[in-house]
């Protein structure tokens, strides 16, 4: 494939490279066949889970890591609900330091989950969720000396903000929205801030929409914004969608204003939207995603139906990351049928 990646932009990071594994340059895909069933214009996806560990994240570490290095760091830390994680550990282990990833027990999709231990991180399940295990990776950072690399960690949003670079590098134009998953919210920011530079330097003359999309049971900042109330953490947030299943976004000031300066908005799916989001995209695009991912289709859908949105407009879904990362979820809502003898009588009946 190319060898374009994120360090192409080098000179608008925030530091030099040191660590990397060929993040950043993904697929920009037209869902020409997407258009036509929801009669939308211009409809793109914008595939992270091309990247290296096959999520966004591995952006935001390549920076950071290479940060930590600078800073002579041996040893880094986060809390993740799981592709964090295995970026984390993948940059540390190319990097040779150690790396400590605290995960809510039992809510972490299986192939993040082999990422973590396979490139060797210390993973440390926590009894409790997401905003649990982050809670205790900021004391840990701040009474041991781990450097912490969650999304409040600047270095991780300057590596994300490249998103945003590509995009329009890409296009070879704004698009009119970007629509994608919201969970500790890091990434709607970082997006936001990429688009907002290059409107500065004067590289772009418009900006577009920014459209976050919360699940259901852990929509605290879609909530708050569509109830035009303050925002408030969700105690026990709860989705299939695993990667947003958080209840206290960390960057939830930099979203907010990212979709109010943007003129943007939020919107709510439900799990059985992301489920039903999640198969098209699949079978009607070729592009498997997992479920959060599919969050920024199941909103379009539904801002399509509610004609919050232009259908004329053109749209850039972030799909953040790959489907393989929870092939649990697709296997549970689907039926095998039963094997057959291998006889080619068999396999005619079975097809007819
Ligand atoms: C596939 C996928 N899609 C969307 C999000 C939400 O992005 P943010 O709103 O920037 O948090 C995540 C986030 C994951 C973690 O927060 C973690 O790994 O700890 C993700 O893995």
């Known amino acids: 494939g190319n060898n374009i990646t994120l360090w192409k932009y080098e000179s608008w990071l925030p530091v030099k490279k040191i660590v990397s594994l060929n993040e ?71 990097a040779g330091i150690e790396a400590y990833v605290l995960v809510p027990s039992g809510k972490i999709a299986l192939g993040k989950l082999a990422q973590a231990i396979i490139y060797g991180a210390k993973v440390i399940p926590i009894k409790g969720n997401f905003d649990d295990a982050l809670r205790v990776v900021i004391e840990a950072s701040e009474e041991l000396g781990i450097y912490m690399l969650n999304s409040i960690n600047p270095f991780r949003l300057e590596g994300q903000k490249t998103i945003a670079y590509e995009i329009y590098d890409q296009l070879q134009k704004v698009p009119d929205n970007v629509v994608l998953p919201v969970g ?25 929409r920014m459209i976050g999309i919360q699940a ?44 109010e300066e943007s003129g943007g908005m939020f919107e709510i799916v439900s799990d059985e939207e992301i489920l039903k989001a999640q198969r098209i995209l699949a079978s009607k695009e070729g592009l498997f995603v997992e479920p959060a991912s599919a969050a920024s289709l199941a909103g379009l859908i539904k801002l399509l139906n509610e004609e919050k949105v232009d259908r004329d407009e053109s749209f850039v879904l972030v799909t953040t990351g790959h489907g393989l990362k929870d092939p649990d979820i697709v296997l549970r809502n689907f039926k095998l049928p039963e094997p057959i003898e291998p006889t080619l009588d068999a396999f005619r009946r079975v097809i007819e």
Do not use: H, Q
Request: aromatic share 8%.
């Open 184 to 208: 500790n919210a890091g990434n709607i920011s970082a997006i936001w801030k990429g688009f907002k530079e290059l409107y500065e330097a004067g590289v772009i003359d418009k900006l577009p």
């Open 24 to 94: 950043g340059g993904t697929p920009l895909y037209r869902l020409n066949n997407l258009e036509k069933i929801l009669g939308v214009k211009e409809l793109y996806a914008k595939n992270e889970g091309a990247n290296p560990t096959g999520s966004f994240k591995d952006r935001g570490m390549t920076v950071g890591v290479s940060k930590a290095l600078e800073l002579g760091m041996k040893r880094v830390a986060c809390a993740s609900t799981g592709n964090t994680s295995a970026s984390l550990a993948a940059y540390a282990a190319k």
């Open 216 to 259: 259901e049971g852990a929509s605290p900042l879609a909530k708050a914004w569509k109830e035009k109330r303050k925002f408030k953490p969700e105690k026990n947030p709860e989705t299939l969608a695993t990667a947003i299943r958080i209840g206290n976004p960390a960057n939830w000031e930099k979203a907010w204003r990212a979709v």
